[in-house]
């Protein structure tokens, strides 16, 4: 890939697929969307677009992440720089919130985009770094490639596609990944340093595991049981991140690792084990006149397929092998 212009370090780069000034919609096409799953936080879209421009003056209310998805030619100014890229499959631009941007480009491009609220963040900040909102920020970056990005949107296209019950606990699970991931290889502080130079690890470890007895005795213990309890009573219908965060009054954040700290898994990944073993139960007891279909909407999938596929990854047959 190759840039030029005044900011030649600056790598990847690739345009938003979002009304601008000149809006020319019948140019661009969304192929996949969140909009409308409920997520928190974070949104995902896929889009193709012939040549064209975009222009957001006054920036765009969220984190925007984009990743190419092919070839193509852009040029992006920003900040009083303008520079012209090459792009690649898995080039990725990060464009903090409110910063004016305009793109262009001379080719037919397709990509993804990860829309992340700034508030969000802002949480993940101060419960992970110890980091105030006016301490630290995005910066404008571009690179060639970046796999933590490239997977999460990867991930987040296919939940998008399969619309599956579990799939906004998912996608908050992984809002929260790339929160953190965004805040190491993207943020600095306010002033200018590198992160690590505002990032308080003291009182972050300390919200995090508590003090020594706490750690002693293993993380909140008693709130890694309530939520369990919580999946247990209520795995059957869509429940959030939020939702079992709020039942043992933690943070998502807080709540997600520490559940994966006692538990091996995560939430979502729990969820999935108590439907697929409520639903072997049912199976195992003849269910009835249930048919799978059936079985699968009252553990909480979506459809047959759903619960066919995580029974068979965990247990290694099919429904349809295990009923009598």
Known sequence: MHSKGSNAPLRGGLPLGIPSA???????????????????????????????????????????????????????????????????????????????????????????????????????????????????????????????????????SREVVRADPGGRLYAESLANILAVHLLRTYAQCNDGRILEACWKPEETMTAIFGDETDRGMGPHPRAVSEAVRFIHENYARDVSLNDIAEAVHLSPFHAARLFKQALGVSPHQYVIQVRVNSARSLLSAGSGEQSLAEVASAVGFADQSHLTRHFKRLLGITPKQLRP
């Open 22 to 156: 000149r809006p020319n919609s019948h140019r661009e096409s969304v192929r996949v969307s969140s909009r409308g799953l409920g997520w928190a936080g974070l949104n995902f879209e896929r889009r193709d677009s012939y040549p064209s421009s975009r222009a957001l003056p006054h920036g765009s209310r969220q984190h925007l992440i984009l990743v190419s998805l092919g070839p193509g030619r852009v040029v992006r100014e920003s900040g009083g720089d303008t520079v012209e890229h090459e792009l690649t499959s898995g080039c990725v631009a990060v464009v903090p919130s409110r910063t004016p941007i305009r793109w262009m480009w001379s080719t037919s491009i397709s990509f993804s985009v990860l829309t992340l609220e700034p508030a969000f963040l802002d949480r993940v900040a101060q419960e992970v770094f110890g980091l105030e909102p006016g301490h630290y920020r995005l910066v404008l970056t571009e690179r060639r490639s970046d796999a933590a990005v490239t997977n999460i949107a990867g991930v987040l």
